[in-house]
């Protein structure tokens, strides 16, 4: 019974919040004229059109190749990298300002230089992707190898670990948990990338589909697509967020 | 740095930080400069071998800074683009902090909105761009509200999680000496969320310079993104650059302002970063 009860106290104003937001949005579109905002039900009917009659879907999938391709690449690289960085110390003391400059460079700004360099095809686009997402992980992979004890090495060291089990016992363990941060604000990053890449470079995918939407003045498919990829930004943030706790657990 | 060296047997411990000023050199100094220098060589000669002669590499860009700065032209367009971060970024932390102290400090505050702040912030703020468009047109306004849109939620998120850390035993005294609800969010939560609102302030300004590019970038109006736009696709990569390097020094600028006024104004204060 009281377990009724708290998932009553939880769950409730979550979403009489959501019912009131939406109802408040369906009496702004009603209200305004339909080239500002449309009301909720009106965007609701669009994105099913789009869906059903337009390729929303394959939209979608185009989108996602590009953020998966170029946030793999960037794990890929980042990782390893930030874990030699952070073995190697005097790599790691001479690197570490420039990292520290490109994650703070706002790099949207790099974009017309790929675009007029590698012109319009998929290659450019993941580049950029790659761009926002490595700098997060590769930042938190250091931060987090400044973080392991050296006595760790040098016990690990005086009982003649080879260099493989070092990594796998100690560098891995020690720096994955703040990798995963940089992982989680690396798909926020790599959202952003994603979306600007489409906006910038060639047309394609989510980004298409709204600047379309957008140049025909039709109000109801801008807001469509903004809902899509705001859930999508919601969910791959708790993704994100799960993935992070789980391995902050190693943390001590 | 050495916080773990408290529980670590004593032969341990670490030599102390204060070495002498030739062994710092030659530890930290030294390996930067020489991979500083290793970064712009490769950079120099893999442009020199491989790309056409537009692309910029080190020593064209270089030789460019003079003539880019005394460019009327060029200070125009970075004064438009640092007023209306300015701009943005003050109506984000009035906005921002009053906002998040409301949801920080009032439980159906933040049932009623919590969602929605949470989802504007995960959202990749530059999706907003044709919607600000159509609304307020191919105008400054739309990089006002572009810059808003992306500093205000990380200003509101790290203020509401300050305004909820506050100890509680603040609150019970001052609530003992019978002080109103606004003498004690402008007394007491306000500035012992400070430290939180400054590194969203951190983010947010980040945020802003992002979102004021993109900005230019979608609506062509006159900025250092435009700037950088219009000079890239006219080959100019050099001039571009020079662009390119001025906002990546604001962006570090702001990083290293906030980082010193955190130490400077609150040096009890340490947190690991709240970077999101």
Redesign the interface.
């Known amino acids: 019974m009281t377990d009724v009860y708290q998932a009553i106290r939880r769950y409730v ?2 979403w009489v ?2 019912l ?2 939406i109802a408040l949005w369906e009496a702004a579109g009603r209200s305004t004229s339909a ?2 905002m449309v009301p909720f039900s009106e965007t609701i009917r669009r994105l099913w059109q789009l869906i059903v009659a337009d390729d929303f879907i394959g939209q979608l999938a185009d989108s996602a190749i590009l953020f998966l391709t170029g946030f793999f690449i960037a794990l890929l690289i980042g990782t390893p990298l930030g874990m030699l960085f952070a073995r190697v110390r ?2 790691r ?6 990292i ?2 490109l994650y ?3 790099l ?6 790929i ?3 590698m012109g319009f095809g998929f290659a450019p686009k993941v580049l950029v992707v790659f761009l926002f997402a490595v700098f997060p992980v590769l930042y938190n992979t250091v ?1 987090g190898a ?1 973080s392991i ?3 760790l090495v ?1 016990v690990a060291r005086s009982f003649r670990t080879s260099e493989w089990a070092l990594w796998r016992e100690v560098m891995l363990p020690y720096t994955l948990p703040y990798t995963m941060t940089g992982v989680r ?1 690396a798909i ?1 990053r790599a ?2 990338g ?3 890449a489409e ?2 470079l060639s047309s394609t995918g989510l980004g298409q589909l ?2 379309g ?2 140049q025909n ?1 039709d ?1 109801a498919g ?2 469509a ?2 809902l899509v ?2 859930l999508i ?2 969910g ?2 708790r993704l994100g967020l799960v993935i992070e706790r789980h391995f902050a657990r190693w943390r001590n | ?1 050495t916080e ?1 060296a408290v529980n ?1 047997p004593i032969s ?1 411990v ?1 030599a102390p930080k204060s070495q002498p000023l030739t062994e710092r050199l030659r ?2 100094f030294m ?2 400069l ?3 220098i290793v ?1 712009l060589l490769v950079w120099e000669l893999v442009v020199r071998a491989l ?1 056409p002669a537009y ?2 590499k080190p020593s064209t860009v270089l030789m460019a800074i003079p003539r880019v700065i005394t460019d009327p032209a060029f200070l125009k367009a970075t004064a438009a683009t640092l007023t209306a971060v300015a701009e943005g970024l003050a109506i984000a932390l009035v906005f921002g902090t009053i906002i998040g102290l409301l949801i920080g400090r009032s439980a159906a505050f933040d ?6 702040v ?3 912030y ?10 600000f ?3 307020f047109g191919y105008s400054s306004a739309t990089r006002i509200a572009t810059i808003i849109f992306a500093a205000i939620f990380s200003i509101i998120v790290n203020v509401a999680d300050g305004a909820r850390s506050v100890p509680r035993e603040y609150m019970e005294v001052a609530r003992s000496f019978r002080s109103n609800r606004l003498s004690m969010l402008i007394g007491i939560v306000l500035p012992s969320s400070m430290p939180y609102l400054l590194a969203g302030f951190r983010l947010a300004a ?1 945020r802003a ?2 979102g004021a ?2 900005a230019e ?2 609506i062509s109006i006159g900025g250092l ?1 435009y700037y ?2 219009y000079n ?2 006219s ?1 100019h ?1 050099n001039e ?2 020079v ?2 390097m001025l ?2 020094a604001f ?2 600028g ?2 290293l302002l906030v980082n010193w006024s955190t130490r400077r104004f609150m040096p009890w204060y340490r947190r690991d ?1 709240k ?2």
Do not use: D
Not at chain 2, 122 to 131: D, E, G, N, R
């Open positions: 104003p979550v919040s959501l009131v937001g080239a500002f005097v790599l003391v001479g690197i570490e300002p420039y520290m400059i703070a460079t706002p949207v700004a790099l974009i017309p230089f675009l007029s360099m931060e400044r004890r050296p006595e040098e604000q926020g959202l952003v994603m979306v600007a906006f910038f709204i600047m939407a957008s003045f109000t801008v807001f697509s903004i990829i705001g930004g919601v791959l943030m | 740095m773990s670590v341990l670490r530890a930290t390996p930067r020489i991979t500083g970064i790309a692309v910029a049932r009623a909105i919590r969602h929605y949470n989802g504007f995960a959202m990749p703020m530059i999706i907003v761009l044709p919607l468009s159509l609304w980040g310079l992002i590019v993109v970038f979608f993104g950088i736009l890239s696709r080959y990569h571009a650059f662009g390119v906002l990546a962006g570090i702001f990083e970063e970077a999101n």
